[in-house]
């Protein structure tokens, strides 16, 4: 008799074999993948494919062809005539007969007539539709590039599907493809191994695999509640009930109430949140703030520094980054530096002062929770500008403090979601600043060289062709350094409004064009927040 992981290989394997075997021409390469993944050793996989190669194993190519075999097995049984001694090729075709079965049962079998891509595609939309045989199977054979395409990536979200359903044969795969969740697929699989009474076989898999602190991990109780329930079943790996049991935001409390809930409208409302969002930390490229401002380098490191310690966001003592100017221009500036450095994140752009009671309510339309992409790092470039109505203050002021995004509660549906993932940073007018300051570590913008200045008058010039669709946008020769005597926002204001009014294809910007947009020549200007300016005129 074969032990319960030889078993359940070579079921695994014929399961594989039986749907879209008949179009691999390398039978050993997938026999030792499934050897490897169930812990066989290389002596025992050897002798076992030299088994499952001989000519009555072979012979047996259809559930019609193993019940033949049976009744001739049965027949000379009956009458006293030995069939054969080979009790181990016996076991090999009745767990080749067994797959058979299963594939046949979840209509994963395919006509001999049938092309390579109809049994592919009939596989590949068995595990779509969430069959938890079909994503065990189509999850290694991708992995491996074996019959289908090699994908690594996807193969091994099949496989972490099955796995996350409580599928031995999942959590067996996810150990060898997933190295890094290793922890919590042992504690998984040890349940499932206790539950159907191969305990003892687990120790093979801890000494292959290593070490685990027991009881962190609440997912499989949960799934086997439901299981014995019918609420959810064991072969069909539902979605929305894994990203409900398996969300990192929420607490097993509010797991279980949703997930065991008879009330449909309910677990709906709680499914569309954004579930799956995780606390891993985004990397961002230091040099992406390289030359930002070159004549500023200590404003420059301390941003750095700040962003040096995101992966602190969670503890209840981080104050989020707030970067402090009365012009709208350097703090936009900042936050499409932020942008470039976090390009492979979702950064959301939230204006304060725009947001109404709406915005605020404790549902999943709260502008904190639909504003998260569940699936990337989230930045939140939270932007004070002008007057801000005290009640909007107040709420984005408690979500700025870790201890209240890690537990911000919902009424419809009444959970508490963990939202301190989410990075914070705030963009501010130095009025909102001094309420900022007790929650926020400030970074003040230093005012501009007339250097700066030259140089983003520049680059400002290039940036607007391209918006405006212009073939050729110049500047006369010495206007910028005319421009230099105004704040960035006046310049970039003008030079906006004059492209505007006379946009062309090709266009040269003189001081006739762009000078009666700032006001009187010698005039200075000083942007006051994000709603307007004040004007301090200077001799």
Not at 195 to 215: D, L, S, T
């Amino acid at each position: 008799m074969f032990d319960h992981l030889t078993e359940t290989m070579l079921k695994s394997y014929y399961i594989a074999e039986n749907t879209v075997g008949r179009f691999n021409p390398d039978k050993r390469a997938l026999f030792f993948v499934y050897a490897d993944i169930f812990l066989l050793d290389k002596e025992e996989a050897e002798r076992l494919f030299a088994l499952s190669q001989t000519q009555e194993v072979l012979e047996i190519q259809s559930e019609q062809e193993y019940h033949q075999y049976l009744r001739m097995k049965q027949y000379l049984s009956m009458n006293a005539r030995s069939h054969r001694e080979d009790s181990e090729l016996d076991e090999i075709i009745d767990l080749k007969g067994t797959a058979f079965a299963m594939a046949l049962n979840f209509q994963l079998m395919v006509s001999a007539k049938d092309a390579r891509t109809v049994a592919c595609e009939n596989l590949t939309i068995a595990a779509e539709n969430g069959l938890v045989l079909a994503l065990n199977a189509l999850g290694v054979l991708q992995s491996e590039g074996i019959v289908f395409l090699k994908d690594k990536e996807n193969g091994r979200k099949k496989i972490l599907c099955a796995a996350e359903w409580n599928s031995e044969e999942g959590l067996l795969a996810a150990l060898y493809y997933d190295p890094i969740n290793r922890e919590k697929y042992l504690e998984c699989l040890q349940g499932c191994l206790v539950r159907i009474g191969h305990a003892e076989v687990f120790e093979r898999v801890v000494e292959q695999y290593g070490p685990y602190v027991k009881g962190r991990h609440g997912e499989y109780k949960l799934l086997e509640k439901a299981f014995r329930q019918g609420i959810i079943k064991r072969d069909m790996y539902n979605k929305s009930y894994a990203r409900l049991v398996y969300s990192e935001i929420l607490g097993e409390r509010d797991k279980e109430t949703l997930v065991l809930t008879p009330n449909k409208e309910l677990f709906a409302e709680a499914s569309s949140l954004p579930l799956k969002l995780g606390h891993g930390t985004a990397e961002f490229p230091a040099q992406a703030l390289d030359g930002i401002r070159p004549d500023h380098r200590e404003e420059c490191d301390k941003v750095l520094c700040a962003l040096g310690n995101i992966d602190l966001r969670a503890l209840a003592t981080y104050r989020p980054l707030c970067f402090v100017s009365d012009s709208k221009y350097m703090l936009d500036y900042y936050a499409a530096a932020l942008s470039r450095c976090f390009k492979t994140s979702h950064v959301e752009r939230i204006e304060i002062c725009d947001l109404v009671d709406y915005d605020f309510e404790p549902t999943k339309n709260n502008i904190f929770v639909r504003s998260c992409d569940e699936d990337v790092f989230n930045l939140y470039l939270l932007a004070f500008r002008g007057e801000i109505p005290e009640k909007a203050f107040d709420h984005v002021k408690n979500f700025l403090q870790s201890g209240t995004r890690g537990k911000y509660r919902l009424n419809h549906p009444g959970v508490v979601l963990d939202l301190s993932s989410v990075l914070p940073v705030c963009f501010a007018d130095r009025e909102n600043a001094k309420k900022l300051k007790q929650y926020c570590d400030l970074i003040r913008i230093a005012e501009l060289t007339a250097r700066e200045k030259r140089l983003l008058t520049e680059k400002a010039v290039r940036e607007k062709a391209a918006v405006y669709g212009m073939n050729e946008l110049t500047m006369q020769e010495g206007l910028s350094e005319k421009l230099a005597a105004y704040g960035m926002d006046e310049i970039d204001r003008a030079i906006d409004d004059a492209v505007r009014e006379h946009r062309a294809k090709t266009l040269c910007l003189t001081e006739s064009l762009v000078l009666p947009y700032i006001g009187s020549i010698g005039a200075k200007r000083k942007a006051y927040g994000f709603g307007g300016s004040i004007h301090d005129d200077h001799e």
